[in-house]
């Protein structure tokens, strides 16, 4: 049976992916704060009074919470908008959901741990957040774990499409340098686990069918820095490869904590009978295709 499902921050890069593979198979609606998607309301979820009428009014299985500030240079200037974004409007969807009677998805991030254990972090890992992000986005799961049956969904950095009104996306931004022979220098300290947001848009679909709860690492078990993610481009692109220059230590201006590698273990997930997302390996490939096919259709617009 087709649930009614709503999906906050629809109009980001992981909620417009969210939203097609929910749309499948269940009545979805979204929230979005731009003028881009009139298909959408125009909800202020840092409103406790906007986020609760609507759920008065609007009959809701499920709530799949995507509103964030994930950037972290951002977060870290300016932290009450970031606690705003990434913890208050969390606890006005949790208590909305547990007023309504509605089942929570939330969004969470890996920077919630330090990045220091050797093997990488489960579930079960006690978090520890390094920077003004990961703290804001703790206090967002801890209000979420309140609501009864809540799924709380841990993912890695993510690469995705172009979001409507904002600029290129550092794919293309890495594609438009090395077209024009600029050489870019990319950060090859930092591991990280890059995943395709229509990826986590698919398990997710399959996670909500399946009603699971508590806390679930969705990540690519493929690991590298963004030098090493840059070269995989730059190849399956037909770039030059050699414009490409490592960077060893953060710029200096930065002065962010950062987890050096927070790896997200997929084992529940593979219990579960759920194999873990492809990395960019065996992705690159087909996202370009469809980064291509998004500037075509750009186009005949």
């Not at 299985?61 to 969390?90: K, W, Y």
């Not at 003004?132 to 309140?146: C, D, L, M």
């Not at 194999?275 to 295709?289: C, I, K, T, Y």
Request: proline share 7%.
């Amino acid at each position: 049976m087709p649930r009614r499902i709503l999906v906050t921050g629809a109009s980001g890069m992981l909620g417009t992916d969210i939203v097609t593979a929910l749309s499948a198979g269940n009545e979805v609606t979204g929230w979005s704060n731009t003028q881009h998607h009139p298909d959408y309301r125009r909800i202020d979820a840092t409103s406790r009074r906007q986020v609760d009428q609507f759920f008065a009014e609007n009959s809701l299985d499920i709530c799949v919470h995507c509103v964030a500030n994930a950037d972290v240079q951002a977060c870290e200037s300016d932290p009450e908008s970031a606690a705003r974004l990434n913890a208050e409007t969390t606890r006005n969807v949790a208590e909305a959901c547990i007023r309504h009677g509605v089942k929570l998805v939330y969004i969470s991030t890996e920077y919630v741990f330090d990045g220091a254990a050797p093997d990488g972090y489960t579930e079960s890992h006690t978090p520890r957040p390094l920077q003004v992000y990961g703290r804001t986005k703790r206090q967002g799961e801890i209000h979420a774990s309140r609501v009864p049956g809540q799924l709380t969904v841990r993912l890695p950095v993510l690469y995705g499409g172009r979001v409507p009104g904002r600029g290129p996306t550092w794919t293309e931004s890495l594609l438009h340098a090395l077209e024009r022979d600029t050489p870019v220098e990319l950060d090859d300290r930092f591991e990280r686990q890059p995943t395709w947001t229509r990826d986590i848009a698919g398990l997710l679909d399959r996670a909500i069918g399946r009603d699971l709860e508590g806390i679930l690492h969705m990540a690519s078990q493929e690991g590298m820095t963004k030098y090493a993610w840059g070269r995989r481009i730059a190849a399956a692109a037909g770039l030059p490869t050699s414009l490409l220059r490592p960077l060893r230590t953060p710029p200096p201006a930065s002065g962010i904590a950062k987890p050096v590698r927070p790896w997200l273990s997929a084992a529940r997930l593979e219990l579960l009978g759920m194999r873990p997302p492809a990395g960019v390996s065996e992705r690159v490939g087909p996202f370009l295709r469809s980064i291509e096919a998004g500037r075509t259709d750009s186009a005949r617009r």
